[in-house]
């Protein structure tokens, strides 16, 4: 609304005028001087203020910190799976709409894929060789003039959104900064019976996070621990987000079976920080097999 964007002009106001800390509008906390975190903040408020529950978010939020903000986005863990966690209706139901209308568009067009399992996909930024026959095993820069497309910008704000939060809460395994520079988006149509087979993605190359975006669609996404033999089933309803590390990155292949894709369509975004030891390296000639 134009309050909500009042409250946010002003806050930046503060912000830029020089002030040792900016003071939120919603809740007046002291802010630290920062623009991303003082952006995550407003939108934890404003989002708290349009639900109401203004009065009970002020007290999570007045002393900012990593326990608040989960509670702020509802992160929840997995009770049985170490490391994943799962945030239910991360973004609105107008922002999905828009991220579905851009991802159908045709600057950047569907293609059948068939490398884990059945779908039809879109690929962006980096690209990860597997070192199939023919090809170098690496993550190396996308070349536009080979039609791989750069991350497109439609995403940048909630990459933005992710990189904060994954930034702020307790992930052991993670060391370092979490950069995406990778992101592929499957759509799976249950009339065609798509599917995701039980794989791991890449444990050298693709990163020690997975983060999934479901869309449009319910689905139950299956995790396998081959030692254990065991198999949980995971609930996915739309605009869930799912964060994959520790032991559900490294021990459980995840899967999708045909008859888990509930609705008629679901459509995911999966982003990676990909690079593995040698990091992104500079290859625009080097001859690649599609794995789409």
Not at 40 to 53: M, P, R, W
Not at 124 to 139: A, H
Not at 174 to 195: D, P, Q, R
Request: aromatic residues 6%; hydrophobic residues 35%; proline residues 3%.
């Amino acid at each position: 609304s134009s309050t909500h964007k009042k409250k946010r002009v002003d806050l930046m106001a503060v912000h830029n005028g020089g002030a040792a800390s900016a003071i939120c509008p919603v809740c007046q906390s002291k802010l630290k001087n920062d623009v991303s975190w003082i952006n995550l903040h407003i939108d934890v408020c404003l989002k708290a203020l349009q639900e109401k529950t203004i009065e009970k978010s002020i007290k999570d939020i007045k002393y900012w910190n990593s326990s608040n903000l989960e509670q702020a986005y509802n992160i929840r863990s997995h009770t049985t799976i170490q490391g994943l966690f799962l945030i239910d209706n991360f973004i609105s139901e107008d922002e999905e709409k828009t991220l579905i209308k851009h991802i159908d568009d045709n600057q950047c067009t569907w293609k059948h894929s068939s490398f884990n399992g059945d779908c039809m996909s879109k690929t962006f930024g980096v690209k990860t060789q597997f070192g199939l026959p023919g090809e170098e095993r690496l993550v190396r820069r996308n070349v536009i003039e080979k039609g791989e497309h750069d991350i497109p910008e439609y995403l940048h704000s909630i990459i933005n959104k992710i990189e904060m939060i994954v930034g702020e809460i307790n992930i052991p395994t993670l060391s370092g900064t979490f950069k995406i520079n990778e992101c592929n988006v499957n759509s799976y149509i249950k009339a065609s019976n798509h599917y995701l087979r039980p794989h791991y993605d890449d444990r050298a190359l693709s990163g020690p996070l997975l983060i999934n975006l479901s869309l449009i669609g319910f689905c139950r996404m299956t995790y396998s621990h081959p030692t254990t033999k065991l198999d949980i089933k995971v609930d996915l309803p739309r605009r869930c987000l799912q964060i994959v590390s520790g032991a559900a990155r490294w021990e459980y292949l995840h899967s999708i079976q045909a008859d888990d894709i509930v609705d008629e369509r679901r459509v995911s975004i999966t982003w990676r920080q990909s690079g593995g030891k040698k990091g992104v390296q500079e290859v625009k000639n080097c001859p690649t097999l599609s794995l789409i």
